[in-house]
């Protein structure tokens, strides 16, 4: 009953329609060269380093110390506990990367409750073969 109510209220909503330059745009960005997610990958790393950097470097800022030593073998643990996390995510964004090198490349265009327009890459000419017009 609830998904019944829920489509009645969907269907009230307006169609979405495709702006007067979705053609142009996305002929346009045919031709851009592909983006990499190892770029997302390397700057989460250098993100992950640079708050690694900082916290230790904090580290000796914090007031109340006693012993130098005990602060010094906490410091280590945090700093190993904290590479581990890094080394965890690192294995876990490269398997995501695997993961989207082995998916097939598909471009989603848009779609409704009925047809989805999707182009298959894969069957795109090699590069230099789209030309763009004009209308």
Do not use: Q
């Amino acid at each position: 009953m609830e998904d019944d109510r829920l489509e009645r209220i969907l269907a009230t909503l307006p169609r979405e329609r495709a702006g007067a330059d979705f053609t142009a745009r996305l002929l346009a960005r045919l031709d851009d060269p592909p983006r990499h997610p190892f770029r997302l990958a390397a700057v989460g790393l250098a993100a992950a380093a640079a708050a690694l950097a900082v916290a230790a470097a904090a580290g000796p800022l914090r007031p109340g110390r006693n012993d130098p030593a005990a602060e010094s073998r906490i410091e280590a643990a945090e700093a190993r506990r904290l590479l581990e996390e890094l080394r965890r995510e690192h294995r876990a964004l490269e398997s995501e990367i695997e993961a989207l090198a082995a998916a097939p490349p598909v471009l989603y265009l848009g779609g409704d409750d009925e047809v989805d327009l999707v182009v298959d890459l894969s069957r795109v000419p090699a590069e230099g073969a789209v030309r763009k017009t004009r209308n």
